[in-house]
């Protein structure tokens, strides 16, 4: 059951330029959109999300877009920092509210 | 900044055992669920719980586990009998409620099977 997919297991960004984190997901049913931080032997922690009404979010170095049509979202961090290395999971609901999340694999950045 | 906190951190049991994993959602959530990620793997949904029952559960969440808030403030998961293949990162989760898509993890619990 892949309704969340994040083909790139890992990604390797030179400090000070651009990490584009990719996801994909196939239920048309879900309408909100997180990604998550994860460091080893630690909880994922929050990052950013964006509702389907939005096609962009930004906050800070993180921004994420949306393409609906596509069932595709990424993750840019500009400019990226070594503190940045971890896990980022997709993470997707339906915007019912408050309903359980479907994670992605993760990419190791 | 309020936190979610789990404990223990790392619990070894043998296979068959019953384990109890706590955890402490921050103040005034009102939404709670647990997650596990087996090695390697990705982050499972196996539980959600409102307003003291269990609003969602996945097929993993099979009649060997449960859940419970006894008091209030802490938030459990059970594991009856426990077997290798449970062995697994859970991470507990709260969410304030109604409007709110994220949810805030604690540390998580490395549990390991003998």
């Known amino acids: 059951d892949q309704q969340v997919k994040q083909n790139s297991p890992s990604l390797s960004v030179q400090e000070g330029r651009i990490s584009i984190l990719n996801c994909d997901y196939t239920?048309?049913?879900?309408?909100?959109f997180l990604w998550y931080k994860k460091y080893p032997a630690e909880g994922p922690t929050f990052l950013i999300s964006i509702s389907s009404i939005k096609d962009k979010n930004e906050d800070g170095r993180f921004t994420v877009f949306l393409n609906k049509s596509a069932k595709h979202l990424s993750l840019h961090i500009v400019p990226s920092q070594p503190g940045d290395s971890a896990v980022y999971f997709c993470a997707a609901s339906s915007n019912f509210g408050n309903e359980k999340l479907t994670f992605g694999t993760g990419t190791r950045l | 900044e309020p936190e979610v906190t789990q404990t223990p951190s790392h619990q070894v049991t043998q296979m068959g055992q019953e384990v109890i994993l706590r955890c402490v959602p921050i103040?005034?959530?009102?939404?709670f669920y647990w997650y596990r990620q087996i090695l390697g793997q990705k982050v499972e949904f196996l539980v959600s719980?409102?307003?003291?029952?269990?609003?969602?559960k996945s097929e993993i969440f099979d009649d060997q586990f449960s859940v419970e808030r006894p008091d209030g403030s802490n938030f459990t998961l059970k594991i009856r009998s426990t077997k290798l293949e449970d062995s697994a990162m859970y991470f507990c989760a709260s969410n304030p409620g109604r409007g709110y898509n994220e949810q805030f993890f604690g540390p998580g619990t490395r549990l390991t099977v003998l």
């Open positions: 239920n048309s049913m879900f309408d909100y």
């Open positions: 719980f409102y307003n003291n029952e269990i609003s969602e």
């Open positions: 103040s005034n959530h009102l939404y």
